[in-house]
């Protein structure tokens, strides 16, 4: 299994922002799926956010229009940008790379917004 690294997690106020960024080895931009998931206690692990090979993204209802999901090919990253932080946002954050042939996904990083 190919470890994904996820970093930018943290501690921040209700109605800030953070960003994540997950690090894929590989060749980023042949993969078919990259996501961003979360968990938080209690709950069943969601999917936040997805952005296709294509560049065509999915947001979860919860989300859209606060958090955006981008790829940068050339640095084998994905992106999520998170904007006015809610308190339901706290979890853990996973980075997820899916092809026929791979199934990854990073350690996880934790987010909390307090309000």
């Known amino acids: 299994q190919v470890q994904l690294v996820e970093s930018g997690g943290g501690l921040v106020q209700a109605g800030g922002s953070l960003s994540l960024s997950c690090y894929v080895p590989?060749?980023?931009?042949?993969?078919?799926?990259l996501g961003w998931f979360r968990q938080a206690p209690g709950k069943q692990r969601e999917r936040v956010a997805s952005?296709?090979?294509?560049?065509?993204?999915t947001y979860a209802d919860s989300v859209k229009g606060r958090f955006t999901i981008s790829r940068d090919d050339a640095k084998s990253t994905i992106y999520l940008q998170m904007n006015s932080l809610k308190a339901e946002d706290t979890a853990v954050y996973y980075c997820n790379a899916k092809s026929l042939w791979r199934d990854d996904w990073g350690q996880g990083t934790q987010v909390t917004v307090s309000s």
């Open positions: 590989g060749n980023i931009a042949s993969i078919n799926f």
């Open positions: 952005i296709l090979r294509d560049g065509s993204t």
